[in-house]
């Protein structure tokens, strides 16, 4: 059921986020516990309607999102998750998108005292060395599940339009949070391209089998072809600048970043 489903995914995500634990003993646990987990369904097959995916991550998309979430924090995430909302009115759909493995906190905008104890107990944004594993296992989740927003059983056209949407405007939004000059390592950063070239590769193949209503689609693309195209950019010179009044910040881009980035232009 639903309580087993998300139970499944929030040890998921916490093994996940371990593996990048500074402490070697408790990383290389984590490791060994999350890889006897993968394996655990290797070669046998499942009664019913479940995926071998479902078995292990339980809820996919509340996991994604959850682990990007905690990748640059809740309150950059917040603005993503009410433009996502906006556009959907189906109650199913709305359920759906706030779906979260942590607790999730309502406030009144237009009250000032709700807001700030609101943004007391927001989640700050996890340490590179931790979500880099993540964005790196988020990326292998979309590499490894064709069926991730799949019309099927479990979801229907709108709500598998919106687990795209919501799955993809979040990696967006990580991938523009952590290339900002001196907010990320390269490692994480990496693993952001990464994870938005695997995106990519996933939403054309959904795109590809829809034959309407592709807008929202369509704009998630559009938009990291123009975000490959900034990054790519300046790698004449290797490096990415940025104006910010009047300080000028060049940054060094890494091979693999651009070769992530060379990749996702030519799947779209």
């Given amino acids: 059921d639903g309580t087993t489903t998300m139970g499944i995914s929030r040890t998921v995500a916490l093994m996940v986020l371990l593996t990048g634990d500074p402490d070697p003993e408790i990383k290389s646990k984590a490791e060994s516990y999350l890889r006897a987990h993968m394996d655990s369904y290797r070669g046998k097959d499942l ?25 640059i924090g809740d309150i950059s995430s917040l603005s993503s998750r009410r433009r996502v909302k906006a556009k959907y009115q189906d109650g199913v759909v709305l359920n759906m998108l706030q779906s979260s493995l942590g607790l999730t906190y309502h406030y009144d905008t237009s009250n000032d005292a709700e807001q700030k104890i609101y943004l007391s107990v927001c989640r700050m944004k996890v340490p590179d060395y931790t979500a880099t594993p993540g964005l790196k296992f988020v990326a292998k989740m979309l590499e490894d599940n064709p069926k991730l927003f799949q019309v099927g059983i479990d979801m229907g056209l709108e709500e598998a339009d919106a687990a795209a949407v919501y799955v993809g405007t ?11 000059p001196g907010s990320s390592s390269s490692s994480v950063l990496e693993s952001a391209a990464s994870l938005l070239h695997a995106l990519c ?5 959904f795109y590809d089998a829809r034959t309407s209503g592709r807008d929202r689609l369509r704009v998630l693309l559009a938009q990291s072809l123009k975000l490959a195209s900034d990054v790519l950019m ?16 060049k940054t060094a881009i890494g091979v693999e970043i651009r070769d992530h980035c060379y990749g996702l232009i030519s799947t779209l």
């Fill in 170 to 180: 979040l990696a967006l939004a990580v991938f523009n949070d952590l290339r900002r």
């Fill in 234 to 249: 300046p790698t004449s010179a290797g490096e990415l600048t940025t104006t910010t009044g009047t300080n000028v910040t």
């Fill in 47 to 71: 009664v019913g309607e479940s995926s071998i995916h479902d078995a292990l991550l339980g809820n996919s998309i509340a996991l994604a999102q959850s682990i990007m979430t905690f990748s």
């Fill in 201 to 205: 590769v996933r939403l054309t193949l």
